[in-house]
């Protein structure tokens, strides 16, 4: 088995978001460089978790899914990629998710079963995207069919807001500590038909209970302003719109220290990479 650390990030032009990769780097002498001998993934968001001694690896796959108003527009589902505990370099496609759901993680649950939160979307009814959970016995129980069948908990999202799960941490208690994120948006279009949005996330974690589907309120744990000023971001153009990704914190993982603080690692306006040194956010659940 290989036991080299890797961090896998995700790596566009700064004017794109078609051509994203799932790139796995290595560190020497502090600086992290792409690992030359693993193949990079046409997948954005990239994450992984190790279950049952297995390595769980996914992303999210983009395809063209042109509309009247956007032509330039983009359609995403999750894959998920497994190595049979042969090692990073033996990752096999799977399971794809349902179209249009990102946001789908797993995690080893002490009862033996797998914990699997979903994030299911329905724009007719108004869900840009709420939090599902449902418990799999085994990794060959995920499919799209179950995917689509967990149930929706019961979140403080309101109409104009969306969120999903980045990453669980099974808590001593044997809850869930979850980092997650909470969106929203605001669009304005000028006489001529142009359309400028900027998107708002946030970081924020909270407990969630399996066994009785209690969920602690959300608690931001980072935003932009937390941030240098400075620090770069994406900005999308096309004929019809411009989107701004400016006050985007999206986290990709917390490392849970011993002596009670945390590494928070976050993208910051689809751009840049950090890590912010806080609290462990999980002590009080525990």
Avoid at 144 to 162: G, V
Avoid at 251 to 257: A, E, F, K, T
Wanted: charged residues 30%; aromatic residues 10%; glycine residues 8%.
């Amino acid at each position: 088995m290989d036991e080299t650390e890797y961090i896998v990030g995700r790596v566009e032009s700064p004017e794109l978001e078609t051509d994203s990769q799932a790139v796995f780097f290595t560190e020497k002498n502090e600086i992290w460089t792409p690992d030359k001998n693993i193949q990079p993934f046409d997948l954005q968001d990239p994450f992984f978790k190790k279950i049952n001694g297995e390595l769980i690896f996914g992303g999210i796959k983009t395809f063209p899914k042109p509309t009247k108003d956007y032509p330039e527009a983009l359609g995403y589902k999750t894959v998920f990629y497994r190595d049979h505990k042969k090692g990073l370099k033996e990752l096999e496609q799977f399971v794809e998710g349902p179209d249009g759901m990102k946001g789908i993680r797993l995690t080893a649950l002490r009862n033996g079963k797998i914990g699997m939160f979903t994030r299911p979307q329905d724009w007719e009814q108004g869900n840009k995207g709420k939090m599902g959970f449902a418990m799999l016995n085994s990794l060959e129980d995920l499919n799209t069919e179950n995917i689509s069948k967990a149930e929706l908990i019961n979140m403080q999202f309101n109409s104009e807001e969306w969120g999903g799960v980045n990453q669980i941490h099974v808590l001593s208690n044997n809850k869930l500590g979850i980092i997650g994120h909470i969106a929203s948006s605001e669009a304005k279009t000028d006489e001529n038909g142009y359309t400028t949005e900027t998107k708002d996330y946030y970081a924020v974690a909270f407990c969630y209970d399996p066994e009785t589907q209690e969920t602690t309120p959300f608690e931001i744990i980072a935003q932009r302003k937390d941030l240098p000023d400075e620090l770069p971001a994406k900005i999308l153009k096309s004929e019809k719109k411009t989107t701004v990704l400016e006050n985007i914190i999206y986290p990709s993982g917390l490392m849970r220290n011993k002596d009670g603080t945390a590494d928070l690692y976050i993208s910051v306006g689809d751009s840049s990479e950090g890590i912010i040194e806080m609290p462990d956010p999980f002590l009080k659940y525990e």
